[in-house]
């Protein structure tokens, strides 16, 4: 068993740490526990520990987890993996923030089910800032397109870019993906066409958080480092019986 707690209180320690080397506010870096793949009973763990929002990346996933846990007072879903048109409709009936946007057309059927919802959505763009083909997300050079259009949807708060760094063990090239990701967000705020805020930077994970966070992290998404390994991708549907 992980002792999720105890895990929590680590990776914040890490969190204010590296806030701690480059001289940043540790209130500035919101800490996301990934929970896809996991049980409710772990998930309460975090929960009970304080933590209200949740990050999961399959819509179906954090959709049920969102209905069997209605009666848990404050609780929150983070939709943070790619969206598939069809799916806009279910994310915009209970998510808090979507941080995967990474098309006009995700942007406008996602709006459209919101205003029908009478809701609202923060939504971070996802940035693919390594290059590599397998990746989700936008390249760099065609967000700002994308943020010129993003102020014609009222029901979309656009808070800020969300990316995945290279999986590598070179510090330089993992650091040189959360850089780049700075430079487009100060591009971003320069842009009077680039309707929205731009303040938030999801990026860092169990892996390089620390990294993330040196270079102008503002949101970091955990999951190993909080739940443990994740076995399996369906593992959370085996735990319903
Ligand atoms: C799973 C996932 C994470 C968490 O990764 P860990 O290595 O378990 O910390 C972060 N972001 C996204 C988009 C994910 O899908």
Request: hydrophobic share 40%.
């Amino acid at each position: 068993m992980e002792d999720v707690r105890g895990n929590l209180a680590a990776v914040r320690a890490r969190i204010d740490e590296a806030c701690r080397r480059v001289g940043r506010d540790p209130g500035g870096v919101r800490l996301l526990p990934v929970s896809k793949t996991h049980g409710l009973d772990v998930i309460r763990e975090a929960y009970d520990a304080g933590y209200r929002r949740f990050g999961e990346n399959r819509v179906q996933e954090a959709l049920d987890k969102w209905e069997r846990t209605r009666d848990w007072p404050g609780v929150e879903w983070a939709v943070i993996g790619h969206l598939q048109t069809n799916k806009a409709r279910d994310v915009a009936r209970f998510a808090t923030e979507f941080q995967a946007l990474d098309s006009l057309k995700v942007a406008r059927e996602l709006d459209r089910r919101l205003q029908a919802e009478g809701r609202s959505l923060d939504v971070l763009v996802q940035v693919n800032s390594s290059g590599e083909s397998q990746k989700s997300g936008l390249a760099p050079e065609d967000v700002p397109a994308l943020a010129h259009e993003l102020g014609a949807f009222d029901a979309l708060r656009v808070r800020g870019l969300m990316t995945l760094a290279v999986r590598s063990d070179d510090r330089t090239q993992v650091a040189a993906c959360f850089g780049r990701m700075r430079r487009l967000q100060e591009r971003l705020r320069q842009d009077d066409r680039a309707a929205g805020g731009w303040d938030e930077l999801s990026m860092g994970m169990s892996g390089d958080l620390d990294l993330a966070i040196e270079q102008g992290s503002t949101c970091v998404r955990v999951g190993r480092a909080i739940f443990g390994e994740r076995s399996d991708p369906n593992a959370y549907w085996a735990t319903l019986g």
